[in-house]
């Protein structure tokens, strides 16, 4: 049977801090980016971490990038190693105005910072031109096995279609210029949203998208949904049902058809779930799950009345995502509140199967 053995876990930050996305440089150091201050309302800037250890203990190392106070901004950057381990991505939002204001209503620009030494200094940020309407940018930019690079954001255009579309800029000069963008997700019908997308590529130009799935104007949840592109991003087949209804839900390939899949399930015995699953074109079978962290609480659904929007101010938890480490274990990052503060758990596996 399919199994996952949790090896050892522990917090890397304690500042309200939240969105950490790790990567493994070829050196083996792991560094880790994540937003500081306001927990998952993102207040403050972009600061990153190493480890020299595959995540057992970790070293501040500075300020990515810093929010500003007039203008009033602020920015939560995620990782990603172009395919030569050369360059190291961090790519966000820079959000601009009132950090109080709700999902949807904060005016923000895509960006990305670069490192070409091993993330010990950082390139002035740079702009990606995406629609003009608030952005929600909930995965680092994706660099393909080609050189490719895709770089996505989903349109939150109005309070009632919060989510409508998920579409990636394209980079094939290793980021200079962003020429083109495509949709990923987008329902005909305009019935469902798609927040917190994730990217991976599963074999050369083979690429996946995951998203949570709402329905538009109340935002309640409905399975994850998850589309396949066959060449390196610029078209996708339909949207498919993973038929887990999971909210924030990210994919690591493990080779073939397989999948280790970490989302959130914040109704009924909440936390991060781990899951070893095979897919096809149009389906998903789930072979083993279990929590990977247990928030240890039990909520049995949304509160009467509330929209899925109202329900995102309750949350405790969210962003997992793993990466493969040289030794062939897997380190997961994700936010949590512990104690009343909001920081950084990482969380190391092994898997057999």
């Given at each position: 049977?399919?199994?996952?053995?949790?090896?050892?876990?522990?917090?890397?930050?304690?500042?309200?801090?939240?969105?950490?996305?790790a990567?493994?440089?070829?050196s083996g150091?792991?560094?880790?980016?994540?937003s500081v201050?306001g927990g998952?309302?993102v207040?403050?800037?972009t600061d990153?971490?190493?480890?020299?250890?595959?995540?057992?203990?970790w070293r501040?190392?500075?300020?990515?990038?810093?929010?500003?106070a007039?203008?009033?901004?602020?920015?939560f950057?995620?990782?990603?190693?172009?395919?030569?381990?050369r360059?190291?991505?961090?790519?966000?939002?820079?959000?601009?105005?009132d950090?109080?204001?709700?999902?949807?209503e904060?005016?923000?620009?895509?960006?990305?910072?670069?490192?070409?030494?091993?993330?010990?200094t950082?390139?002035p940020?740079?702009?990606?031109?995406?629609?003009d309407?608030?952005l929600?940018?909930?995965?680092?930019?994706?660099?393909?096995?080609?050189?490719?690079?895709?770089?996505?954001?989903a349109?939150?255009?109005?309070?009632?279609?919060?989510?409508?579309?998920?579409?990636?800029?394209?980079s094939?000069?290793?980021?200079?210029?962003?020429p083109?963008?495509?949709?990923?997700?987008?329902?005909?019908?305009g019935?469902?949203?798609?927040?917190?997308?994730?990217?991976?590529e599963?074999?050369?130009?083979?690429?996946?998208?995951?998203a949570?799935?709402?329905?538009?104007?109340?935002?309640?949840?409905?399975?994850?949904?998850?589309?396949?592109s066959?060449?390196?991003?610029?078209?996708?087949?339909p949207?498919?049902?993973?038929?887990?209804?999971?909210?924030?839900?990210?994919?690591?390939?493990?080779?073939?058809?397989?999948?280790?899949?970490?989302?959130?399930?914040?109704?009924?015995?909440?936390?991060?779930?781990?899951?070893l699953?095979?897919?096809t074109?149009?389906a998903?079978?789930?072979?083993h799950?279990?929590?990977?962290?247990?928030?240890g609480?039990?909520?049995?659904g949304?509160?009467?009345?509330?929209?899925?929007?109202?329900?995102?101010?309750s949350f405790?938890?969210?962003?997992?995502?793993?990466?493969?480490?040289?030794?062939?274990?897997?380190?997961?990052?994700?936010?949590?509140?512990e104690?009343?503060?909001?920081?950084?758990?990482?969380?190391?596996?092994?898997?057999?199967?």
């Amino acid at each position: 049977m399919p199994t996952i053995h949790i090896l050892n876990t522990g917090r890397l930050d304690e500042r309200e801090s939240a969105f950490p996305q790790a990567v493994q440089l070829p050196s083996g150091d792991v560094l880790c980016s994540f937003s500081v201050g306001g927990g998952q309302y993102v207040h403050g800037g972009t600061d990153w971490v190493r480890s020299t250890d595959a995540g057992e203990t970790w070293r501040l190392e500075g300020q990515l990038l810093p929010p500003t106070a007039d203008p009033p901004s602020a920015n939560f950057l995620k990782l990603s190693l172009s395919g030569d381990g050369r360059t190291i991505y961090a790519y966000g939002t820079r959000y601009w105005g009132d950090p109080a204001a709700r999902f949807g209503e904060r005016r923000g620009e895509a960006i990305f910072c670069a490192s070409i030494d091993d993330g010990r200094t950082w390139s002035p940020p740079q702009v990606i031109s995406m629609p003009d309407c608030p952005l929600e940018i909930s995965h680092s930019i994706r660099p393909l096995s080609s050189g490719r690079l895709l770089a996505p954001a989903a349109l939150l255009a109005h309070k009632d279609r919060l989510g409508e579309e998920v579409l990636v800029a394209v980079s094939d000069d290793c980021g200079r210029t962003w020429p083109s963008r495509r949709t990923v997700l987008r329902d005909p019908v305009g019935r469902l949203g798609f927040w917190e997308q994730k990217l991976a590529e599963f074999a050369p130009d083979r690429v996946m998208v995951v998203a949570w799935t709402v329905t538009l104007g109340d935002y309640h949840d409905e399975p994850n949904s998850f589309a396949i592109s066959h060449d390196g991003g610029l078209n996708w087949g339909p949207r498919q049902s993973t038929g887990i209804r999971g909210q924030t839900m990210t994919p690591l390939p493990l080779g073939g058809d397989r999948l280790l899949v970490l989302y959130n399930r914040r109704y009924g015995a909440q936390g991060i779930v781990a899951a070893l699953v095979t897919f096809t074109e149009t389906a998903w079978t789930v072979h083993h799950d279990q929590l990977m962290y247990d928030a240890g609480a039990f909520r049995s659904g949304p509160s009467v009345g509330a929209t899925g929007v109202d329900e995102l101010a309750s949350f405790q938890f969210g962003f997992p995502t793993a990466i493969r480490l040289t030794d062939g274990t897997l380190l997961a990052t994700h936010w949590c509140v512990e104690s009343g503060v909001c920081g950084i758990r990482w969380t190391r596996m092994r898997i057999d199967w």
